[in-house]
């Protein structure tokens, strides 16, 4: 890419390891500056050099814990309780970062400090926050969100797993799918419909002393995965699960409840996807410019060069568009459908770029060693979870039609 179609100050070499064309990142804080380039540096020294052998392992790394808790990141918008109150913005350049570097590693942390966390924060009382939430923001304890079911994915306000009443406690019998960290999580939040009023309750379930999990919690790792392999999920069936009154999240007394926890979480699949399809440009325009067929980098020919063109406009448009959205977010004016275009958007780019570069790897791209795949694979994970790609269009036809394609009767 000839420098003299950008500004003066940039240089094709600088997009190659930071693709903010439209200087995107010159508006944020210093504070948020310096978070992007701690995490930065945190997956360049602690995930890099080892994710690929937990990748294909299909192993979480834990070693990367500590230096994970030491960036003061656990928790994002959460004030208080040893979390550190971000900014929509700033959180968002948390998930792109993370993404940017290791899809898993970023599921591993939405999962644990965006659900589990922010379902406690948003859903529970004073003292229930207290109790959980401080070792939690130290990754001393691991949080799980247990909403998902084998028969109900993205109609999940269906769900079936049931909640019985007995003096003190609760019965609860079900079954859970797809459940990150399910598997191994400390804390782990579960939802189950009452069967006396037929509403959705929010529960707590504690591993005990010896770090076990209490009679009736049975969770089995989902096994043979394609994508996101470095994290896993649990599939989960409950069966009289004893709970105490206790360890009810006491603001959630329908699917309300679980509603204004994903509202509060919401957009950070975008922001994953941003992070992918930036590493996506990087390592393909860099591989470009390394790269020689022919007797020249394959950087020099015009193919080449149309591709990483339109990969950097795709990333740039799915920057702006989260950047509105986290704009949007902190005036209190972001709408479900406006989340749902976005993913929708952010999804399809992201993946697209992913799929563009790993073909400008040729045979080299399918090596892990290359990182690309990893990315790849990854996104089509990312192009699923928080509503799929099918299920974010038709929210926005919604919005468009007024017309649900969900309830609406067919002739």
């Not at 799980?144 to 999940?156: C, I, Q, R």
């Amino acid at each position: 890419m000839s420098t003299s179609t950008l500004t003066s100050d940039i240089s094709s070499t600088a997009l190659t390891d930071n693709p903010d064309f439209l200087l995107l990142d010159s508006e944020l804080s210093d504070e948020e500056r310096d978070l992007r380039d701690r995490i930065r540096a945190f997956g360049q020294e602690h995930v890099l050099p080892i994710i690929n052998e937990y990748w294909e392992r299909a192993e979480f790394p834990e070693e990367v814990l500590e230096p994970l808790s030491e960036l003061g990141i656990v928790g994002t918008f959460i004030k208080g309780y040893g979390c550190p109150g971000l900014s929509r913005q700033a959180a968002g350049v948390v998930a792109r970062e993370l993404g940017r570097i290791d899809g898993s590693v970023n599921t591993f942390f939405g999962v644990h400090s965006n659900l589990g966390m922010g379902a406690i924060y948003t859903l529970g009382s004073e003292e229930q926050r207290e109790r959980w939430l401080p070792e939690m923001a130290k990754l001393k304890k691991i949080g799980a969100f247990a909403l998902t079911e084998p028969e109900h994915g993205s109609d999940s306000v269906a769900l079936e797993t049931s909640a019985r009443r007995e003096g003190d406690n609760w019965i609860i019998n079900g079954h859970k799918r797809w459940i990150g960290n399910g598997h191994a999580a400390d804390i782990v939040v579960l939802f189950a419909r009452d069967v006396a009023d037929g509403n959705v309750k929010a529960f707590v379930v504690e591993k005990n002393s010896e770090g076990e999990f209490p009679a009736g919690y049975l969770p089995e790792v989902i096994k043979g995965k394609v994508g996101k392999r470095a994290i896993l999920q649990g599939d989960i069936v409950i069966k009289d699960l004893c709970i105490p009154e206790s360890n009810r999240l006491l603001n959630c007394e329908s699917f309300a409840g679980v509603s204004r926890v994903l509202a509060a979480t919401r957009g950070g699949a975008s922001w994953e996807a941003v992070g992918h399809g930036m590493a996506a440009f990087e390592l393909a325009a860099n591989y470009a410019m390394e790269r020689e067929q022919f007797g020249s980098p394959i950087a020099s020919y015009q193919l080449v060069q149309e591709k990483l063109a339109t990969m950097l406009s795709d990333v740039t448009q799915m920057q702006l568009l989260c950047t509105r959205m986290a704009q949007l977010q902190e005036q209190g004016e972001f709408t479900g459908s406006m989340a749902a275009m976005i993913k929708m958007v952010t999804s399809r780019k992201a993946l697209a770029a992913c799929r563009e570069a790993r073909d400008m790897f040729g045979g080299n791209g399918l090596l892990l060693e290359n990182h690309i795949a990893r990315h790849l694979t990854d996104m089509e994970v990312v192009s699923t979870y928080e509503g799929t790609d099918s299920i974010q269009a038709l929210l926005v036809g919604r919005e468009i039609t007024g017309i649900s394609a969900f309830t609406a009767k067919k002739k």
